[in-house]
């Protein structure tokens, strides 16, 4: 058994908030009888949003968490990396509005997003330099 003791942390967390994610949209359509699609409502279509696009990012962070940490990553970088996304991807989630792009949080989680996976995709690139 190869231990990941940190990657699986930030999945622990990242499957808690994803859950949450997945329940807002869920419980809309419960209350409204929206089976398929958003019906025209924004704040179904907002939920639906909040957990694609976690959907669309986490997943394959997480899979390059698995490689760093498998690898020998330090766990200074795997925490740095880890914590910086879970907030990151909270910004995210709460700055994001129906009505306005210009959320300063919406940004940041981006933002965020984009810059912590570039880190990661350079670090295991250096890992492969240095196999």
Same mark, same amino acid.
């Given at each position: 058994?190869?231990?990941?003791? =940190?990657?699986?942390? /930030? ?5 808690? @908030?994803? *859950?949450?994610? &997945? @329940?807002?949209?869920?419980?809309? #359509?419960? +209350? +409204?009888?929206? *089976?398929?699609?958003? $019906?025209?409502? +924004?704040?179904?279509?907002? &939920?639906?949003? #909040?957990?694609? %696009? @976690?959907?669309? /990012?986490?997943? /394959? @962070?997480? !899979?390059?968490?698995? &490689?760093?940490?498998?690898?020998? &990553? !330090? *766990? ?12 990151? #991807? ?9 009505? !306005?792009?210009? +959320?300063?949080?919406? $940004? ?8 912590? !996976?570039? =880190? ?9 330099? %240095?196999?």
């Amino acid at each position: 058994m190869i231990p990941i003791p =940190i990657t699986a942390l /930030y999945l622990a967390v990242f499957a808690i @908030f994803g *859950s949450v994610l &997945a @329940f807002l949209p869920g419980k809309i #359509r419960g +209350s +409204s009888g929206i *089976s398929i699609g958003d $019906g025209g409502r +924004s704040d179904l279509l907002l &939920a639906m949003r #909040r957990q694609g %696009n @976690f959907l669309e /990012y986490v997943p /394959y @962070f997480m !899979t390059m968490m698995l &490689a760093l940490e498998l690898n020998g &990553a !330090t *766990s200074t970088w795997l925490h740095g990396l880890g914590g910086a996304m879970v907030v990151a #991807r909270v910004c995210h989630a709460v700055g994001l509005k129906a009505d !306005t792009i210009q +959320s300063p949080l919406r $940004g940041i989680g981006a933002g965020g997003t984009l810059l912590i !996976t570039l =880190i990661a995709t350079v670090l295991l690139a250096l890992q492969f330099l %240095n196999a």
